[in-house]
């Protein structure tokens, strides 16, 4: 069973959902694909949805209130990406990128090893379904300019500006500015 539960963030209402064997769904509620995401992981899980909680939810709901309130930079959940064999190394991937990092699609595309799979790196990054936990939102275009997010740009900027102020690398200019 997968249950869906709401969070609060400053960013709006997400749905979270999870099965027993870990978190499986993080997207903001006003996304027009959340009912399309839902039928494929029950398909892909062979499950039902029904609206709950479980230890996961509530351990995730913890972590992004530690996230947001700039306390939390990596986040140690259980969880579970159905998806392709491409998919699942592009979702990997995306976790190597630190906190309060960027990446272009293009750099992405070379860690993996497949510098001319930019498009399908791009593709990949769409169809995560468990967002700021894996986190896509750190990639742009190769000018800098941010580009393609479910969540909208604007969240995608919020999401960036936030972990740029709390990570090391800002700790670090503020200490020299002294």
């Known amino acids: 069973m997968i249950k869906t539960n709401k969070i609060e963030t400053p960013l709006g209402e997400m749905i979270a959902g999870a099965t027993e064997d870990g978190i499986c769904l993080l997207e903001f509620s006003d996304r027009r694909i959340l009912q399309t995401e839902y039928k494929d992981l029950a398909k892909q899980l062979r499950t039902a949805v029904e609206v709950g909680d479980n230890k996961h939810i509530k351990r995730l709901r913890n972590q992004l209130t530690e996230y947001f309130e ?3 930079k990596v986040f140690s959940l259980s969880l579970l990406t159905p998806g392709t064999e491409f998919q699942q190394l592009v979702w990997k991937e995306l976790q190597n990128i630190p906190f309060g990092s960027t990446r272009s699609y293009q750099e992405q595309a ?3 090893n497949k510098p001319r799979s930019v498009r399908a790196v791009a593709n990949a990054n769409g169809m995560n379904r468990i967002a700021i936990v894996i986190p ?4 742009i275009g190769s ?3 941010l580009t393609g997010y ?5 969240r995608k900027r919020w999401l960036i500006d936030h972990e740029k102020k709390y990570s ?4 670090e200019l503020a200490l020299f500015s002294k």
């Open 168 to 171: 090391g690398k800002a700790i």
């Open 150 to 154: 479910g969540g909208g740009l604007k």
């Open 143 to 145: 000018d800098g300019n």
């Open 70 to 72: 700039g306390k939390r």
């Open 136 to 139: 896509c939102h750190r990639v």
């Open 110 to 112: 070379i860690a993996l």
